[in-house]
Structure formats: C-alpha cells, structure tokens
C-alpha cells in the first residue's frame, strides 16, 4: 500500500522567522550557512586549493534581549569550522589538480590552513555581511576574545 510506505530521507526541522537578517534567518544560521558558501568559493576559485568538498561549520553569538523581547547581537562567541583538506605540507597542488597548469607548491602546514580559514574564509565573510544595525558582521567579531575551533578533530583528510 503506497501511504504505508515512509520516506527515504528522514530529519528532524525546526525554525523561525527572525529580523535579523535580509532573508529572515537566524543571524547564527546565514553566517554558518554563508561560510560554508565561502569555502566552497575559494575551494573552486582556487585561491584555497588544499581544501576539499566536505566540510561542516557553526557558529554561536551572545544576545542581549531588550526590553520590548527584542534580541541584538552583542559578539560572535565561537566558530567552528571542520573542513576536508589534503596533506599538510605533504600534497602538491597538481596532485590534487592534474589539469592545473601554473607553478606546483605544497599544501600550507595545518597551522597555516587555520590562519587562512580565518582571514579567507571567517573574516572575508564576516566583511560581506551586514547587520540590522547598519554595521558589518566585523563589528561584532573579535579574533582575540572569540572561540575559534578550526578542524578540532585535527587533520580531515578522508571526507563522508
């Protein structure tokens, strides 16, 4: 019987509209969504040649609730990035690439690959996006004092 058959693909949703943003997303989920966009942006333009498809981010931001129940967005509290790459310091660009034709280079060490995540990927993003207030998701960001976990598994070579 056709209607006792369930579905093939199963998930669990929740959500809400929300002021925050343009498209009326969680401020939390068009940033996590927005870099995972980016790293495939600079994964396919090859500006961050060693990373690969897979990849997962997060991204957590403390509120202050106004008086009306109204919340604004006081700092990006922590960032997780785990993101496929190839060999640190090991793989060469055309042997990720066969059909790239520039100068060959090594894949930056791990300790490079964060610091480009964060500059390439967080930062850049962050620049794009603006606030209700008026103001870039920059304002509300600061390197020193935000919990940055950039593939805290360690190395993630083999994507899923």
């Known amino acids: ?89 090991v793989r060469s660009r055309k042997e990720e690439d066969e059909a790239y034709a520039g100068d060959d280079e090594k894949a930056p060490s791990m300790a490079e690959m964060n610091e480009l995540l964060i500059t390439e990927v967080i930062e850049a993003t962050l620049g794009e996006i603006m606030l209700k207030s008026g103001q870039s998701a920059l304002s509300i960001y600061n390197r020193k004092t935000c919990h940055l976990h950039l593939n805290p598994s360690g190395k993630f070579i083999i994507g899923g």
């Open 1 to 89: 019987n056709p209607l006792e058959v369930g579905a093939g693909d199963q998930g669990i949703m929740f959500g809400y509209a929300s002021d925050e943003t343009a498209d009326c997303m969680p401020l939390t989920h068009s940033l996590a969504t927005r870099l995972g966009k980016k790293l495939t942006d600079v994964r396919k333009s090859g500006k961050l040649w060693w990373l690969r498809p897979d990849g997962k981010t997060q991204v957590t931001i403390r509120y202050r609730q106004n008086e009306d129940g109204s919340v604004e967005p006081l700092e990006i509290h922590t960032v997780v990035i785990s993101t496929q790459h190839c060999e640190p310091s």
